[in-house]
Nanobody
Framework: QLQPVESGGGSVQAGDSLRLSCAPS????????MGWFRQAPGKEREFVGA????????YYEDSVKGRFTISRDNAKSTIYLQMNNLKPSDTAVYYC?????????????????WGQGTQVTVSS
């Protein structure tokens, strides 16, 4: 069992930056593809991006490309979501998720373990 734990959410102004962290507990973290999802009020949970087990490859949803960057530090068992030039449309609860044995997928069903989420609010 892997239990992701997110931190770093908050309230910011449009154009600001914010960095989220995810520090899964439990099983060996380094074997998993790690992803970030978000869910805005009244909307379905959507894919943001994911990073492979080594941290050398990542892919993103189109609306965040060039603004968001995912990285990971396996020695610290932590992944990060650096969010720059935030927009009000980025307001959501952000979730960290873990996937064993997969790559390139974007569906919530493709990820096996989920955190509780952290709120990000961007005001104009």
């Amino acid at each position: 069992q892997l239990q992701p734990v997110e931190s770093g959410g908050g309230s910011v102004q449009a154009g600001d930056s914010l960095r989220l962290s995810c520090a899964p507990s439990g099983r060996s973290f380094s074997s998993y593809t790690m992803g970030w999802f978000r869910q805005a009020p009244g909307k379905e949970r959507e894919f943001v991006g994911a990073i492979n087990w080594s941290g050398r490859d990542a892919y993103y949803e189109d609306s965040v490309k060039g603004r968001f960057t995912i990285s990971r530090d396996n020695a610290k068992s932590t992944i990060y979501l650096q969010m720059n030039n935030l927009k009000p449309s980025d307001t959501a609860v952000y979730y960290c998720a873990a996937q064993l044995g997969g790559w390139g997928t974007r569906g919530t069903d493709d990820f096996d373990y989920w955190g509780q989420g952290t709120q990000v609010t961007v005001s104009s």
